[in-house]
């Protein structure tokens, strides 16, 4: 099969070029505007093309069977500053891919998010793919734009889907961790990056690891190698056509401020030394401006997936455990 990544260079892009050409099945050709975390993944099946991913090229979809589109802006600091460029980027520009899809006839995996469950608590508490309302935050709190873009790409492919225009699946990502997730910011820094990259800095240099709102808010994380096969078992099942998955693991549900002291174990455990930070609360809005409103996410409903024979594998220990020793590698804090 010939599948055309779209935003290969990214975090869940680098790992899945290199799943993929691992299962040695399949051409690839991944697209983005940088390869920096794509460095040493190679092989005669890749081919990468340089491109902005605002612009891919008529061809690169033409000559795909499948088309996996990674491309988004997917970080609350840019929801809340940049809510005009999230709207171009996760809704204009992906429904233009979606387009070129339709005219070429190819199947399309459309990444989307757990956040467009939005602030809904199900009484059943699981997340039902089909199922499952999705109540939004008020429109003065921009973050909401990110999820509204993305609720809205969905429901678009789903309606071309109706209409036998369309092959395609959608995936509603949990919060992936993995090597290369993120990059590192100064401690004590707010904003930026995600939740484990805010952390991984504080392990490093000492410092404050900043409890957004009392870090009341649950996550449910899950290993990026999970996601990797996840998107595997969609890639080799017909039954995948026209549907919407959960990419999760249930069982990695985690309250920020228990994720803290987390960390801090398993850097101890790695290095043999105590973490010199210090968990600190912070409001949202000093963490990342006006405009920020955070949810508290349950975990996944992911039987939809499992009857596809797939399974998660990967606990948070494990999950966090090997992120924390690939930062403390490449900062030359350990060497194994
Ligand atoms: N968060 C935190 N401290 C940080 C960064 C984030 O407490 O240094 C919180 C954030 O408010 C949210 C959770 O961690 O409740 C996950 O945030 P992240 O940006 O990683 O991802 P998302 O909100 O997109 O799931």
């Not at 990468?48 to 609350?76: H, T």
């Not at 709207?87 to 429904?95: G, K, P, Q």
């Given at each position: 099969m010939n599948i055309a990544i779209l935003g290969a260079g990214g975090f869940i892009g680098s790992h899945l070029v290199e799943h993929l050409l691992a299962r040695g099945e399949h051409s690839i050709v991944g697209l983005d505007i940088e390869d920096e975390k794509l460095q040493g993944i190679e092989g005669p099946a890749f081919t990468?093309?340089?491109?902005?991913?605002?612009?891919?090229?008529?061809?690169?979809?033409?000559?795909?069977?499948?088309?996996?589109?990674?491309?988004?802006?997917?970080?609350?600091?840019?929801y809340v500053e940049s809510p005009l460029?999230?709207?171009?980027?996760?809704?204009?520009?992906?429904?233009?891919?979606?387009?070129q899809c339709i005219r070429y006839g190819k199947r399309l995996i459309q990444y989307s998010t757990s956040e467009v469950y939005g602030k809904s608590r199900p009484p059943d508490t699981v997340y039902f793919e089909d199922e499952t309302d999705m109540i939004m935050g008020p429109t003065t709190k921009q973050r909401w734009i990110y999820a509204v873009a993305k609720q809205l790409l969905e429901r678009v492919i789903h309606a071309h889907g109706l209409l036998g225009e369309i092959d395609y699946t959608i995936v509603r990502p949990f919060n992936f961790?993995?090597?290369?997730?993120?990059?590192?910011?100064?401690?004590?820094?707010?904003?930026?990056?995600r939740v484990f990259a805010h952390f991984m800095s504080a392990l490093l240099?000492?410092?404050?690891?900043?409890?957004?709102?009392?870090?009341?808010?649950?996550?449910?994380?899950?290993?990026?190698?999970?996601?990797?096969?996840?998107?595997?078992?969609?890639?080799?099942?017909?039954?995948?056509?026209?549907?919407?998955y959960n990419f999760g693991n249930p069982d990695n549900n985690i309250m920020i401020r228990d994720l803290a002291p987390l960390m801090m174990d398993l850097y101890q455990e790695a290095t043999g030394q105590a973490p010199r930070c210090e968990p600190t609360e912070v409001s949202g809005e000093t963490f990342y401006g006006e405009g920020y409103e955070d949810m508290d996410?349950?975990?996944?409903?992911?039987?939809?997936?499992?009857?596809?024979?797939?399974?998660?594998?990967?606990?948070?220990?494990?999950?966090?455990?090997?992120?924390?020793?690939?930062?403390?590698?490449?900062?030359?804090r350990i060497s194994v």
């Open positions: 990468f093309v340089r491109s902005d991913v605002r612009e891919v090229p008529d061809s690169v979809v033409r000559d795909a069977d499948v088309v996996v589109d990674l491309i988004a802006y997917a970080n609350p600091s840019i460029e999230v709207f171009r980027l996760n809704f204009m520009t992906n429904l233009e891919i979606a387009n961790i993995g090597p290369r997730i993120d990059y590192l910011v100064p401690a004590g820094s707010m904003g930026g990056p240099e000492g410092g404050p690891m900043y409890l957004v709102d009392g870090g009341a808010a649950h996550r449910t994380f899950m290993s990026i190698y999970d996601a990797n096969t996840a998107l595997q078992a969609i890639l080799d099942s017909p039954a995948a056509s026209q549907q919407i996410r349950i975990p996944p409903d992911i039987s939809k997936l499992r009857a596809l024979g797939w399974e998660p594998t990967r606990d948070l220990n494990e999950t966090f455990g090997d992120t924390i020793r690939y930062y403390l590698k490449e900062a030359g």
